[in-house]
C-alpha cells in the first residue's frame, strides 16, 4: 500500500486524490465509516 503521506498521491487521477481524501477521513475518524468504505469498494 502507498503510505499516505507519499506525494505519489498527487499524481493520481482524480480518483485516486478522492481516495487520498478518503483514507485520511478514515485515518482521523472523519465522515461516515460506511460510506467511505463503499466508496472504496466501489474505486477498486
Excluded at 485516486?16 to 474505486?43: I, P
Aim: proline share 5%.
Amino acid at each position: 500500500m502507498i503510505p499516505l503521506d507519499s506525494p505519489i498521491w498527487k499524481e493520481l487521477d482524480s480518483s485516486g486524490s478522492d481516495t487520498y481524501e478518503v483514507f485520511h477521513d478514515l485515518m482521523e475518524g472523519k465522515g461516515d465509516f460506511r460510506e467511505d468504505m463503499e466508496f472504496l469498494g466501489e474505486d477498486s
